[in-house]
């Protein structure tokens, strides 16, 4: 079955980096596009961007853009997703999705458990 | 940027009821839409795409329709486990989430 098992929960301070994994299995890796959404706690949902692990490529929601960076390593199935210049309005949960379809690019068909980043001094 | 506006915020209703929620796109986007439910401490799961496509799984209780700039998606019976918040994304430029709707037990 298909799962995405995400990496455990940072505390970050203000100014900082977060690099988020997401293990990918039950599937091929580099055969359906992973897209990256947050939620601050009680608010909705905000898609930052998506990749391609196949050919790399990416796109960004223009919010993030110059700010956050996702690679992958195809080797061990898993995707990366750096943020930088952390605030404490980056403060959510960071959630990993695969695409339902191989066709398709960012709905989202199987997600991570999340990863809850704290920005705090 | 596509703007998406979900109404109402919250509504409440009870069990068999049915159930109504609208997201208006802030330009046409033809039927790109998807429409996600999501429970308290958990991931978002897909309900519907492409406006109207049910996806595997989903109980045919929920439907979508609409094109364009204005979407609702239907729940034609309210069940106990349909308790939860909604959520429409666009996918026509890049992806945008509206704001979300809960619907909470009347």
């Known amino acids: 079955q298909v799962q995405l098992v995400q990496s455990g929960a940072e505390v970050k301070k203000p100014g900082a980096s977060v690099k988020v994994s997401c293990k990918a299995s039950g599937y091929t890796f580099t055969s359906y596009d992973i897209n990256w959404v947050r939620q601050a706690t009680g608010q909705g949902l905000e898609w930052m961007g998506w990749m391609n692990p196949n050919s790399g490529n990416t796109g960004y929601a223009p919010k993030f853009q110059g700010r956050v960076t996702m690679t992958r390593n195809t080797s061990i199935s898993t995707a990366y997703m750096e943020l930088s210049s952390l605030t404490s309005e980056d403060t959510a949960v960071y959630y990993c999705?695969?695409?339902?379809?191989?066709?398709?690019?960012?709905?989202?068909?199987?997600w991570g458990q999340g990863t809850l980043v704290t920005v705090s001094s | 940027d596509i703007q998406m506006t979900q109404s109402p915020s919250t509504l409440s209703a009870s069990v068999g009821d049915r159930v109504t929620i609208t997201c208006r796109a802030s330009?046409?986007?033809?039927?790109?839409l998807a429409w996600y439910q999501q429970k308290p401490g958990k991931a978002p799961k897909l309900l519907i795409y492409?406006?109207?496509t049910l996806e595997s799984g989903v109980p045919s209780r929920f439907s979508g329709s609409g094109s364009g700039t204005e979407f609702t998606l239907t729940i034609s019976s309210l069940q106990p486990d349909d308790f939860a918040t909604y959520y429409c994304?666009?996918?026509?430029?890049?992806?945008?989430f509206g704001q979300g709707t809960k619907v909470e037990i009347k």
């Open positions: 994304q666009q996918y026509y430029s890049y992806s945008t």
């Open positions: 330009q046409s986007m033809s039927s790109w």
């Open positions: 492409k406006a109207s």
């Open positions: 999705a695969r695409a339902f379809q191989s066709v398709s690019t960012v709905v989202m068909g199987y």
